[in-house]
């Protein structure tokens, strides 16, 4: 059965700090690695990691996939309060099986 | 980006009745789309897999005479909770699967009373 891991499943950090999320997956026929960001509604979609090591970049948040090590990291620097959300990591099984698995997620709460 | 819309956005019904749920690709086709549910403070669980044209998948330990999917369109998926009763109330989200990721809708949130 395919596994999705998050840490910690929750943080608590002031504006401006920087904060890493740890994602660990153990899925069949693994394609990407995805991220979403969940505020009241529906996740909305950060980044999709394929290839190992290569970092993607988005404003003050990065991320980065590590095949060997089976995880991803989801970087977030200079916090501020609307990045308070639960933050999800979801592994990709491709082929004829397509479907995501989502970890429980990290709820991030930034306070002033 | 693509947008995939669902109706009703809250609904409140009482134990025993049933309730329709849909979901639209607004702008691109989606010949799968997926149906999650979604308790509080925990993650997305994966409901089952919608395909266009046949019978969809549901995942291990989701009743698929209760949670009835039809995906009658390459627009539209529907879930239909049948014989509702508290323990269904959550929040139940669609998502398409695009050309590069899945999209999501902005979710439903059932109450049973």
């Known amino acids: 059965e395919d596994k999705v891991v998050q840490s910690p499943l929750s943080l608590v950090v002031h504006e401006g700090d920087t904060v890493t999320l740890n994602c660990s997956y153990e899925v069949t026929n693994f394609r990407s690695l995805l991220w979403y960001k969940q505020e009241k509604k529906a996740p909305t979609f950060l980044f999709m990691l394929?290839?190992?090591?290569i970092e993607k970049k988005s404003g003050r948040l990065s991320s980065i996939l590590d095949k060997k090590e089976l995880s991803s990291i989801l970087n977030i620097t200079a916090t501020q309060t609307g990045d308070s959300a639960i933050y999800l990591c979801?592994?990709?099984?491709?082929?004829?099986?397509?479907?995501?698995?989502f970890g429980k997620g990290t709820l991030l709460t930034v306070n002033p | 980006g693509a947008v995939v819309s669902q109706h009703p956005s809250w609904v409140i019904c009482k134990s025993g009745t049933s309730v329709k749920i849909e979901c639209r690709s607004l702008?691109?086709?989606?010949?799968?789309m997926f149906w999650y549910r979604q308790f509080p403070k925990q993650s997305l669980m994966l409901m089952a897999t919608s395909n266009e044209g046949s019978k969809a998948t549901y995942e291990q330990g989701v009743e698929k005479d209760k949670f009835l999917i039809n995906h009658a369109s390459l627009t539209l998926s529907t879930l239909t909770v049948t014989s509702a009763h508290p323990e269904d109330s959550s929040f139940y989200i669609c998502s398409a699967r695009g050309p590069y990721e899945q999209y999501f809708g902005p979710g439903t949130r059932l109450t049973v009373t």
């Open positions: 394929t290839s190992s090591g």
């Open positions: 702008d691109f086709q989606a010949t799968t």
């Open positions: 979801a592994g990709n099984s491709g082929g004829s099986n397509y479907k995501l698995t």
